[in-house]
T-cell receptor
Framework: GQQLNQSPQSMFIQEGEDVSMNCTSS?????WLWYKQDPGEGPVLLIA?????ELTSNGRLTAQFGITRKDSFLNISASIPSDVGIYFC??????????????FGKGITLSVRP | NAGVTQTPKFRVLKTGQSMTLLCAQD?????MYWYRQDPGMGLRLIHY???????AKGEVPDGYNVSRLKKQNFLLGLESAAPSQTSVYFC?????????????????FGQGTRLTVV
């Protein structure tokens, strides 16, 4: 089945820095989603992307749907301590009907040093 | 707004015991899902449902059963728990979009159930 690749598994940045993480696939996706998971909580949707080339912002977060439909990136600007958590990308393969399911990457654990 | 609610939040089982995890959503979503999350493995789909009365297998269905008797509830059962089923379980739901080519939309998650099988 489809797989989404997120790497590295962990990232360490200094408070105030920008960070970018990407997600790649070997096959075409028609939806890209970015989730954040805080410790002990469920994943929470940050940004949803539905069109190739789409660039969407949510506060300090910006995400883009790659033009090839095989990748997406998430950028966090001016990081703060509460940005700590696991960031998952998720995608839905190019039209597989109403029963199409999300595929998740393995996540990137972000640590922010004060 | 409750969203997606999972019960219980924590549980310890002995090997061979059975239990049912309950997921309830109040958003009138058609689709519901059960995932398990293990360190370094991300989220893996166990079973899912595209509507009341229907269920289907996901990526890792063995050892689990599900039922969707009501649209708002999705139950995950472990008939004979094994230590390999120690994990954090997440339920999620999503709604059908009017855009046929998309199928359904982003998933909304519950807060998880931490299950330990000893």
């Amino acid at each position: 089945g489809q797989q989404l690749n997120q790497s590295p598994q962990s990232m360490f940045i200094q408070e105030g820095e920008d960070v970018s993480m990407n997600c790649t696939s070997s096959s075409i996706f028609n939806t890209w989603l970015w989730y954040k998971q805080d410790p002990g909580e469920g994943p929470v949707l940050l940004i949803a992307l539905y069109k190739a080339g789409e660039l969407t912002s949510n506060g300090r977060l910006t995400a883009q749907f790659g033009i090839t439909r095989k990748d997406s990136f998430l950028n966090i600007s001016a990081s703060i301590p509460s940005d700590v958590g696991i960031y998952f990308c998720a995608g839905r393969p190019f039209y597989t009907g109403a029963n199409s399911k999300l595929t998740f990457g393995k996540g990137i654990t972000l640590s922010v040093r004060p | 707004n409750a969203g997606v609610t999972q019960t219980p939040k924590f549980r310890v089982l002995k090997t061979g015991q059975s239990m049912t995890l309950l997921c309830a959503q109040d958003m009138n979503h058609e689709y519901m899902y059960w995932y398990r999350q293990d360190p370094g493995m991300g989220l893996r789909l166990i079973h899912y449902s595209v509507g009341e009365g229907t269920t289907a297998k996901g990526e890792v269905p063995d050892g689990y059963n599900v039922s969707r008797l009501k649209k708002q509830n999705f139950l995950l059962g472990l008939e004979s728990a094994a230590p390999s089923q120690t994990s954090v379980y997440f339920c999620a739901s999503s709604y059908r979009t009017s855009e046929l080519w998309q199928g359904n939309t982003e998933a909304f998650f519950g807060q998880g159930t931490r299950l330990t099988v000893v």
